[in-house]
């Protein structure tokens, strides 16, 4: 392929995803197909010849977009909203054309700069503190991963290597009750002198990740958060205690402060050493909140290191525990942010509720040049004359090399404006409110708890967990909208989450009519 033919397939290519989108309510939000399906489709082997590109644009209806489950899909309620905008789907194409990879400045300095000017817009835009700016002439910065996942694990490890560092430095400041094999002497003389005493010579222990240090640390989240924060704690090789959530703050379900404060106390006298909170602002089960202005003081008191997940209430609400900012572009919302002074980091998801398309997770770090120590490995092979006053973002993520994803915020604030994405949020959260008013219309039908930005929660009335189980299937079965269930605290019940910028108050209407529907055919005959 040459320039000539880019041109004239890539103008193909850009006609068959606007097709897509202009066609979106023609299609069922979720396939009829079976695991496998494409063995049918697809060749065992690969080509010997070369095929042309109309062979291969010809299969793609079958192949791909047959067989796809449709995020923006007006009909589409299920788990989260997938950013979508055709500005960011502009900047990929870009991005895929320039193909560098930004590991370092000197990498492709573009990639670095504007990721740190477009990070710096955001904190304005959602009225985050000043010191996470790249541009302040304090520690803080901010950095673009490709999830929220990837964040929660970088904020894990990051809060490790602090405490870690922090017990080395001050070993007498802690009881080690749990472990008797080592004196508080040998200890001392190991952890200041930066070599183990019982390693062999050839064997590294990384100074700032010491297991010997940190197999007795133990962190702590709400059991509403998000699967990606005990996957985070897994990975990262640390004790983790889910503590229950409440129904206090928004008539929803959260992390109690009183419940924070005597699991630390229990765990200390336990011979544990309490490091790290993560918190969730939009919890994926029911868009909860965990109080971050009652919480932060706690962390201060005890020394805990304080992430806030804000993956989807960032951004827009939060769905997928993680979530807190995207929906502080708008003024109503900026409750969500209360108490974010606390935080040690903090990341959300531009690629849920903020119109750009996956992956696009800004992460933020009150002390990010500090935190990057604890990453830092420089071969030769990745240095550079500028590497004293630049940023690289290798240091502060778990991949070396890197995309240029803030071309995607850039095109986007930059054509579509601030005021089209709050827009579209405010949207969202009118119409699961809608939603929540007119399925309590029909008597079968309960609010588990009150809508929260573009989530509501239901089930049926009087009804067993495995009625609902039944009803949901049954509803997907029927393919014509897609939710998920979630459970809390043993009950089952059903998310309505409103997330394509196509879904508008028919579908709404729409989608109550099919769940009446199914429910008298299954509990009515």
Request: glycine share 6%; hydrophobic share 40%.
């Amino acid at each position: 392929m040459d320039p000539v033919k880019l041109r004239l397939e890539g103008k193909k290519m850009i006609e068959i995803v606007a097709n897509y989108w202009e066609e979106i309510r023609h299609r069922k939000p979720i396939p009829d197909v079976k695991p496998g399906y494409l063995n049918k489709l697809v060749p065992e082997h690969p080509p010997k010849t070369t095929e042309t590109w109309e062979t291969i644009l010809g299969d793609l209806e079958e192949v791909v977009f047959n067989g796809s489950s449709h995020w923006n899909h007006p009909h589409f309620f299920a788990y989260f909203p997938a950013g979508i905008g055709y500005h960011s789907i502009l900047a990929d194409i870009i991005s895929s054309g320039l193909s560098s990879v930004g590991f370092t400045w000197i990498a492709c300095p573009p990639i670095t700069e504007l990721e740190k000017v477009t990070l710096d817009w955001l904190v304005t835009l959602m009225n985050l503190p000043e010191y996470f700016k790249n541009s302040h002439p304090g520690p803080g910065c901010g950095i673009i991963q490709s999830s929220a996942s990837d964040s929660t694990l970088i904020a894990i490890m990051t809060a490790r290597a602090a405490k870690v560092e922090q017990v080395k430095n001050n070993p007498s400041s802690y009881k080690w009750v749990k472990d008797e094999t080592l004196s508080i002497f040998y200890k001392i003389f190991y952890w200041q002198s930066n070599r183990s005493i019982h390693d062999s010579t050839d064997i590294i222990t990384p100074y700032y990740h010491d297991p010997r240090v940190f197999k007795d640390f133990v962190m702590y989240f709400c059991d509403q958060g998000h699967s990606s924060i005990e996957k985070g704690a897994m990975l990262a090789g640390v004790r983790f205690r889910k503590l229950k959530g409440t129904r206090k703050y928004l008539d929803n379900y959260g992390l109690d402060p009183d419940v924070l404060q005597k699991a630390i106390e229990e765990d200390r006298a336990r011979g544990f050493i309490p490091f790290m909170l993560v918190a969730t602002v939009g919890t994926t089960a029911t868009c909860g909140v965990d109080e971050i202005e009652k919480l932060g003081p706690i962390c201060q008191k005890e020394g805990l290191f304080l992430h806030v997940d804000s993956a989807y209430a960032g951004e827009k609400s939060v769905f997928f525990v993680i979530l807190i900012r995207s929906f502080a572009f708008c003024e109503e919302f900026k409750y969500l942010v209360k108490g974010i002074e606390y935080a040690d980091s903090y990341n959300t998801n531009l690629h849920k509720a903020g119109m750009i398309n996956f992956d696009c997770s800004p992460l933020w770090f009150k002390n990010g040049t500090y935190a990057s120590r604890y990453y830092n490995v420089d071969p030769v092979y990745l240095a550079h004359e500028y590497q004293s006053t630049s940023a690289d973002y290798r240091h502060l993520e778990i991949p070396l090399g890197r995309r240029f994803r803030s071309l995607k915020i850039w095109f986007t604030l930059r054509n579509m404006g601030v005021d089209k994405i709050k827009e579209y949020q405010r949207k969202t959260v009118a119409l699961a409110l809608q939603f929540s008013k007119i399925i309590l219309e029909n008597e079968k039908f309960e609010l588990f708890t009150p809508p929260h930005l573009g989530l509501a929660t239901f089930r049926l009335k009087n009804h067993s967990n495995s009625d609902n189980k039944r009803f949901l299937d049954a509803i997907n079965r029927d393919r014509r909208i897609h939710l998920v269930p979630s459970m809390v605290h043993g009950t089952f019940l059903l998310r309505f989450c409103v997330g394509s910028p196509l879904t508008d108050e028919d579908d709404i209407y729409h989608a109550r009519r099919v769940m009446i529907e199914v429910y008298f055919k299954l509990f009515q005959k």
